[in-house]
């Protein structure tokens, strides 16, 4: 889904799988924005492929966060020498988790080790610059990326068309998700481009999509 002539969407539509929505900066710089599943990345391989470019053609590839369902195809650009840059707190989780994952779990963890460790303020990828914004609740490391160039707010889990991420997951905080939410809606965007479901367009309906979350969702976390 092209949503202008730097950014597309390769958004999951499936209810038969457990996927993510996979976005694509194509501007100064390539930067892919969670990959998803291993086993189901063809969904974005397909994408990929309908724009010309491969693995490899990526200048960074980011996880909102540490979910199988946003990081295990992180392998495959990692055997293409990109860079992927995740927050070290939700490296340390996943890290913590290694013991409770089945046989054979280890070296694709191992296949997933950042090379680049996501920090609060602005990050540069040539001439492209993003915000990032470290967003626990979610998950301890969450963060969200804003595009202020086109007001393009990447949310992951954090924020949802109508709805927010679960708490209830290792490192899952329901204040901290509050928080995190409250702060995001104060910022001056016009899309929010979740790690599930459609897209919010439009700077009035993201605004009213912040005031349902915290008029119906903050009284369940």
Not at 101 to 107: A, D, I, L, N
Not at 128 to 154: D, I, M, N, Q, R
Not at 192 to 200: F, K
Request: charge should be negative; glycine fraction near 8%.
């Amino acid at each position: 889904m092209k949503i202008n002539d730097h950014l597309h969407a390769f958004l999951w539509r499936s209810m038969s799988a457990n996927n993510c929505n996979t976005y694509l900066i194509d501007g100064p710089a390539r930067v892919l924005i969670d990959p998803g599943h291993l086993t189901l990345f063809d969904h974005v391989q397909s994408g990929l492929s309908d724009l010309g470019l491969e693995p490899k053609d990526m200048d960074l590839v980011i996880c909102t966060h540490a979910h199988p369902d946003h990081i295990e195809a992180v392998q495959l650009f990692k055997k293409a020498s990109v860079v992927f840059a995740l927050h070290k707190e939700e490296w340390e989780l996943v890290q913590k988790m290694r013991r409770y994952m089945g046989p054979g779990m280890e070296q694709a963890i191992d296949a997933m080790t950042p090379d680049l460790f996501l920090k609060q303020g602005d990050l540069k990828v040539k001439d492209l610059t993003l915000e990032v914004y470290h967003t626990p609740g979610h998950s301890p490391g969450s963060v969200t990326l804003l595009w202020p160039e086109y007001k393009a707010l990447f949310t992951g889990d954090v924020v949802f068309n109508q709805g927010i991420g679960r708490t209830d997951l290792p490192g899952g905080n329901g204040q901290q998700l509050k928080t995190s939410i409250k702060r995001l809606a104060e910022l001056d965007v016009e899309m929010v481009l979740s790690g599930h479901g459609d897209m919010v367009s439009g700077a009035e309906a993201v605004a009213r999509n912040f005031e349902h979350i915290e008029k119906v969702w903050f009284n369940y976390i």
